[in-house]
């Protein structure tokens, strides 16, 4: 079978990467999929820079239109990130009958329904395994591995910097300011973190997962969203000694033709395996009606495993290119499940209030949660020995998140609480 | 599309949980492959029987032969075990262009290259997810999701009988014997438990992960087995002490076009993610040259999860049906890889001694290492309370296998040497 000829859009570093795995593992590919694979053109910003794998400058161009528009190429692979100009990349390479190959996980997050549609008016692929969990192959687990399955419950750790920065705190008992200034230092955390930080990156990636786990079309905007910025290394030692772990967890449930979405800080039981993630590793527990509990672990990003799992989507493209069934593997996203509302949305809480050191004050507080229905677990209350006041810990049963939006909202108005310290969702 | 029609071979636990999900998610499966899929005839040795769940009495036989020369049936799903008559039904039902799905791991570990030779030749699909780890799709992520990845080492937690056995050892210092025989009541261990306790039952599953990891033809013959029948609670206290758990591991390296596969009783930092693995779970760790670590956690048995492997490979046979690409998925074993000699397979080893507790004692066991070059990475010598004999504890630096026979072989012939008493693989 004659070359296929990749366009690659972007050499940063998950680029980098797929050029040196087309390169160095050709021979495997080729027995894998019957024909060479080639890269034809990379557009780069620069082409004068230095770069950290050699390609012949003829191959390099500084005009996307150069991939987008050349007969030659059969896949392009678009590693080079943004949103409104990439969207209108890939939707023209679709036209022109080229299959797409992406990690951008903003694209797919907010524009996936569009692309895919598109793709499949032209009978190409598109395949995104790069932009969830880096090198974990986790959207064809959710697709094909558990094609008969019905997912109840997806939980992840699908962002690096955060979880770098959640483990340093606990293990070194450092505040969340010192962490991520050592972050940024090392590279793991960016010059603006907001993304990361402020849970949007996991934001996008929840979505995608959502999307394939339940076979429907899961809205950015229907994903509730808090980052770490205010979580205080107290908060960490508190869970601690409970016997948890502060992760920043997306977490996707759905329950007959319902879901939600949600990503935030939550205080994860050590007994459960996704509490012993650490440091920049990702992970991907989910939950299905037959198959159980699975949880899949890797790297989330750098240059190699993000790249693996480009190159795996470029060989799933090409295989398909020999058999002539691109574009044909049926619509993911095929049900039409709806949002819950908060009302409908339960899980166990924690929470932390300072509270005056008096008698009566916890009679106040149960009452509070008995008005709105929600019960109790445990609650401790003891002195703060910085402070003339107590501190009271509790945790619920399971909830709904819009009884214990009341409840805090009816704590700031109660005048022994002196503050809501901190509130956590509470896993495993 | 009209429907698919499924024969299948057996209706114990893994059957019926077919028949269940089959039925159960029959919108969501043909929302995914376009058409019904329907359970034509179904082989019981005993059609009398009474089942878990209802199947028209039409649809059940006791003649294999139904089956296989129905003229109506497009998938054999094949959940009933055993080795040679099964292997003449899948073959004969391949030669008349049936599709076959089966958790037989004993079939495809010892039959593997033929079967899938003769469903070439016919054009068949032949898939066999749920017989390596029951729930989790991890023979799809070898193949596919690190197609483009060189793997370099999995380590699998595949028996769950022996993993429970081990974990309650280990957190209830029990005895093999005593924890053995409350598997059997609980019947998480088989009243005859050789095939688990030997590592028979992991050895050929990790025949078929080397296979599939590997990309060439791994037999049986070539992974050096042990079991687990002589660790004692002992052994599990010295490695806990030591910071290791004792799990049954397989080991499947790679390097260069040579490889070794083993299964053993092995002592795992608690730091690598497999020693946190407990109970009936299973799990597979991956390290791949690209993508680094990766770890795969799930149900390793039991009916519903493996019936989500043998449906999703049902589903996967039903698309390439649709598309008309069944058995064109490429040959998964191309390449000619060699077993490793012992002299090139290298580890970390434990040992413990039982020695006379005398002066020169450590020389004359050091020098024995020397002798083998197998240099020491810790020696810890100290009383034994329950006899007039010290106890040496040993870890050496990677050692070649080769080395190590050696060594304990002249250890036997050491006079002050009383005992070699426990030898075990170090990993993480």
Same mark, same amino acid.
């Given at each position: 079978?004659?070359?296929v *000829?990749?366009g690659?859009?972007?050499?940063?570093?998950?680029?980098?990467?797929v050029v040196?795995?087309?390169?160095?593992?050709?021979?495997?590919?080729?027995?894998?999929?019957g024909s060479?694979i080639?890269?034809?053109?990379?557009?780069?910003q620069?082409?004068e *820079?230095?770069?950290?794998v050699q390609i012949?400058?003829?191959?390099?161009t500084?005009d996307?239109?150069?991939?987008?528009?050349?007969p030659?190429?059969?896949?392009v692979?678009?590693?080079?990130g943004?949103?409104?100009h990439?969207?209108?990349?890939?939707l023209?390479a679709l036209?022109? %009958?080229k299959?797409?190959?992406?990690?951008n996980?903003?694209?797919?997050?907010l524009?996936g329904p569009?692309?895919?549609?598109?793709?499949r008016?032209?009978?190409?692929?598109?395949l995104?395994?790069?932009s969830?969990?880096?090198?974990?192959?986790?959207l064809?687990?959710?697709?094909e591995g558990?094609?008969?399955?019905?997912?109840?419950?997806?939980?992840?750790?699908?962002?690096?910097?955060?979880?770098?920065?959640?483990?340093?705190?606990s293990?070194?008992?450092?505040s969340?300011?010192?962490?991520? /200034?050592?972050?940024?230092?090392l590279?793991?955390?960016?010059?603006?973190?907001?993304?990361?930080v402020?849970?949007?990156?996991?934001?996008r990636?929840?979505?995608?997962?959502?999307?394939?786990g339940?076979r429907?079309?899961?809205?950015?905007?229907?994903v509730?969203? *808090?980052?770490?910025?205010?979580?205080t290394k107290?908060?960490?030692?508190?869970?601690?000694?409970?016997?948890?772990?502060?992760?920043?967890?997306?977490i996707a449930?759905?329950?007959?033709?319902?879901?939600?979405?949600?990503?935030?800080?939550?205080?994860?039981?050590?007994?459960?395996p996704?509490a012993?993630v650490? %440091?920049?590793?990702?992970?991907?527990y989910v939950?299905?009606e037959?198959?159980?509990?699975?949880?899949?672990?890797g790297?989330?990003? %750098?240059e190699?495993?993000t790249?693996?799992?480009?190159?795996?989507?470029?060989?799933?493209?090409?295989?398909?290119?020999r058999?002539?069934?691109n574009?044909?593997?049926?619509?993911?996203a095929?049900?039409e499940?709806?949002?819950k509302a908060?009302?409908?949305?339960a899980? /166990?809480y924690?929470l932390?209030?300072?509270?005056?050191d008096r008698? %009566?004050?916890l009679?106040q507080?149960t009452q509070v949660f008995a008005e709105?229905?929600?019960?109790?677990?445990?609650?401790?209350?003891?002195?703060?020995?910085?402070n003339?006041?107590?501190?009271?810990?509790?945790?619920?049963h399971?909830?709904?998140?819009?009884?214990m939006?009341k409840?805090?909202?009816?704590?700031k108005s109660?005048e022994?609480?002196?503050?809501?310290?901190?509130?956590?969702?509470?896993?495993?």
């Amino acid at each position: 079978m004659k070359p296929v *000829k990749v366009g690659l859009l972007g050499l940063g570093t998950v680029g980098t990467g797929v050029v040196r795995i087309l390169e160095g593992h050709q021979d495997d590919l080729q027995s894998q999929v019957g024909s060479p694979i080639v890269i034809e053109k990379v557009l780069v910003q620069n082409k004068e *820079k230095a770069r950290a794998v050699q390609i012949d400058p003829e191959k390099l161009t500084d005009d996307p239109w150069d991939i987008i528009h050349n007969p030659e190429i059969d896949v392009v692979v678009e590693v080079m990130g943004g949103l409104e100009h990439t969207k209108e990349y890939i939707l023209e390479a679709l036209s022109r %009958g080229k299959h797409i190959v992406t990690a951008n996980k903003d694209l797919i997050a907010l524009y996936g329904p569009e692309i895919l549609a598109k793709a499949r008016e032209n009978r190409c692929d598109v395949l995104y395994e790069a932009s969830v969990a880096g090198g974990i192959p986790i959207l064809r687990t959710l697709v094909e591995g558990f094609s008969s399955d019905r997912i109840t419950k997806i939980m992840g750790i699908v962002n690096g910097t955060t979880n770098y920065i959640l483990t340093k705190m606990s293990q070194e008992g450092a505040s969340y300011e010192e962490v991520l /200034k050592e972050a940024q230092q090392l590279g793991y955390a960016e010059a603006d973190p907001t993304s990361d930080v402020e849970g949007l990156d996991a934001a996008r990636k929840m979505t995608i997962l959502a999307t394939l786990g339940f076979r429907t079309n899961v809205a950015l905007k229907d994903v509730d969203v *808090k980052g770490i910025t205010a979580v205080t290394k107290e908060d960490i030692q508190y869970a601690k000694r409970l016997g948890y772990e502060i992760k920043l967890l997306g977490i996707a449930e759905r329950q007959d033709d319902q879901f939600c979405v949600s990503v935030q800080p939550t205080m994860v039981s050590r007994t459960h395996p996704i509490a012993a993630v650490n %440091g920049v590793f990702n992970a991907v527990y989910v939950h299905g009606e037959a198959v159980g509990e699975t949880m899949f672990y890797g790297a989330g990003a %750098g240059e190699m495993p993000t790249a693996t799992s480009v190159v795996a989507d470029i060989v799933a493209v090409v295989k398909n290119l020999r058999l002539g069934v691109n574009g044909q593997q049926g619509i993911t996203a095929y049900k039409e499940l709806k949002p819950k509302a908060d009302e409908q949305i339960a899980s /166990k809480y924690f929470l932390l209030l300072h509270v005056q050191d008096r008698a %009566g004050v916890l009679a106040q507080i149960t009452q509070v949660f008995a008005e709105y229905e929600v019960s109790l677990e445990s609650v401790v209350q003891q002195p703060n020995p910085h402070n003339p006041e107590a501190e009271i810990i509790i945790i619920t049963h399971d909830a709904n998140k819009a009884a214990m939006t009341k409840v805090v909202e009816a704590f700031k108005s109660l005048e022994v609480i002196r503050q809501v310290k901190s509130v956590y969702r509470v896993e495993g």
